[in-house]
């Protein structure tokens, strides 16, 4: 089956650096997507790894290791309005459906 | 382009009544995905259409649950008869043809129901 692991909360302060983890457990695995969802709303993409590495996009980044079935989503320069849910993702199964992982909520503090 | 629409935004009904969500993808995108998401648990996927066609509904939890995508176009769930345990926001998803891990989901904002 599939599973992905990330913590449930994740607290910090404005202009501040933090980094949400994710470990996942899958049977075929494509890569590895970030969505961002804020209260009521929509999820939305935020970025995709297909290899290992860093990709960065503005103050987000996305980081993969394929050995560690591990990979973690980097916040920069912290803004109120990234408080948010940040859920990783991995395409899996027999069907490759995007399985998505618990979440991890985002608390931006003044 | 407009994005992913759904209706109703949210929905409250009673134990035992039937509720028809619906989902109106961004054109031309052949697949369509509906996800569940209960209060503070993970974004649980329900099944996966392309086109009319229903390539995975591994995710429905029984059989009180049934999706349509007529025509390829919209799609409905209807929940007959809703329990409790139905409760939660309803997402439905599009993406254009590929199964690829590239391939990105444009969600909807929601059908939130409420069954009492």
């Known amino acids: 089956g599939q599973s992905l692991e990330q913590p449930s909360e994740v607290t910090a302060v404005e202009g501040a650096i933090v980094q949400i983890n994710c470990t996942y457990q899958t049977s075929g695995f494509y890569g590895l997507s970030w969505y961002q969802q804020h209260d009521g709303g929509a999820p939305t993409f935020l970025s995709y790894?297909?290899?290992?590495g860093l990709e960065e996009t503005g103050r987000f980044s996305s980081f993969l290791s394929r050995s560690d079935s591990y990979g973690y989503l980097l916040l920069q320069e912290l803004q109120m309005k990234d408080s948010a849910s940040y859920f990783c993702?991995?395409?899996?199964?027999?069907?490759?459906?995007?399985?998505f992982g618990t979440g991890t909520l985002l608390a931006v503090q003044p | 382009e407009a994005g992913v629409t759904q209706f109703p935004s949210h929905s409250v009904i009673e134990k035992g009544q039937t509720v028809t969500l619906r989902c109106d993808p961004i054109?031309?995108?052949?697949?369509l995905y509906w996800y569940r998401r209960v209060m503070g648990k993970e974004i649980k996927f329900l099944l996966h259409?392309?086109?009319?066609?229903?390539?995975?509904e591994s995710g429905m939890p029984n059989n009180r649950f049934l999706a349509e995508r007529t025509g390829g176009t919209y799609s409905t769930l209807k929940v007959q008869p809703a329990e409790l345990e139905d409760s939660g926001v309803y997402f439905c998803?599009?993406?254009?043809?590929?199964?690829?891990?590239?391939?990105?989901?444009?969600f909807g904002a929601g059908s939130r129901l409420t069954v009492l």
């Open positions: 790894n297909a290899l290992d």
């Open positions: 998803a599009s993406s254009r043809g590929g199964n690829s891990g590239a391939n990105v989901l444009t």
């Open positions: 993702a991995v395409y899996g199964g027999a069907t490759n459906k995007l399985i």
């Open positions: 259409f392309v086109k009319e066609s229903k390539q995975d």
């Open positions: 054109s031309g995108h052949d697949n």
